[in-house]
């Protein structure tokens, strides 16, 4: 994927760089691109395009949020503690390469498909309005090669952290000679908010969503003994 980002004066570093997907043609199921003609006079002529090969080159989104950071709270009550860290990222794209070979419509066709997201359709019969193309044995039209069809919002929220603990009153430690005992509970990634399709929407820097294992929910329990 480094070949599909550009530095550019003017532009952002981290601008991904490759052909814009424009849809569907309701007519066929083929994909479409967009072509940027520029006439002698340097004006630019936009239109639509089904071969890959033809479509224009340009810059179509960037992997840099537009903001990022995190919160966290801490909540007291007598002996009660409570602590929850949420960390957020929002206005960067995501380039989702798992579905160049899970979403191919048919170029693997010996491959599993990834079942389609809430919202999306694939196209069956002409007149359709689909997001997917027609699905073709072989596929269609390079349809599953790189292109901004699978550049995704890569903003969430995730609850990074929560712990709840509560300390021992201290006329019982007094009994036998102990300062504080402290028990806790706990977890780690117990909750995502994304519109990202892919399994994690939290990628390197370079905005590319692989293969990678996500990061996983952790739960624990722990034990504080001060004398």
Do not use: C
Not at 38 to 67: C, E, H, M, R, W
Not at 128 to 151: E, M, W
């Amino acid at each position: 994927m480094s070949s599909s980002f550009i530095l550019q004066k003017g532009q952002d570093m981290r601008s991904f760089y490759m052909r814009k997907w424009v849809g569907v043609d309701p007519a066929n199921g083929n994909p479409l691109w967009e072509k940027v003609t520029t006439g002698a006079d340097g004006s630019k002529t936009i239109s639509t395009t089904s071969n890959y090969n033809d479509a224009s080159l340009q810059i179509v989104g960037s992997a840099t949020p537009k903001f990022f950071g995190g919160m966290r709270n801490v909540w007291s009550y007598k002996n009660f503690q409570l602590s929850a860290f949420l960390a957020f990222v929002s206005g960067n794209d995501v380039y989702n390469s798992t579905r160049e070979l899970m979403d191919n419509d048919g170029a693997y066709y010996t491959y599993n498909l990834m079942q389609l997201d809430k919202g999306w359709n694939r196209w069956q019969n002409p007149g359709d309005n689909a997001t997917h193309p027609k699905y073709v044995i072989g596929g269609n039209k390079n349809a599953h090669k790189p292109s901004s069809r699978f550049l995704e919002d890569g903003s969430y929220l995730r609850l990074r952290n929560v712990n709840l603990s509560y300390a021992l009153p201290k006329q019982w430690l007094d009994r036998v000679k102990v300062n504080n005992v402290r028990v806790s509970v706990g977890g780690d990634n117990l909750w995502t908010l994304t519109r990202f399709s892919g399994i994690d929407p939290e990628v390197d820097d370079r905005g590319i969503n692989g293969t990678k294992y996500p990061f996983s929910t952790k739960w624990f329990a722990g034990l504080e003994i001060n004398f």
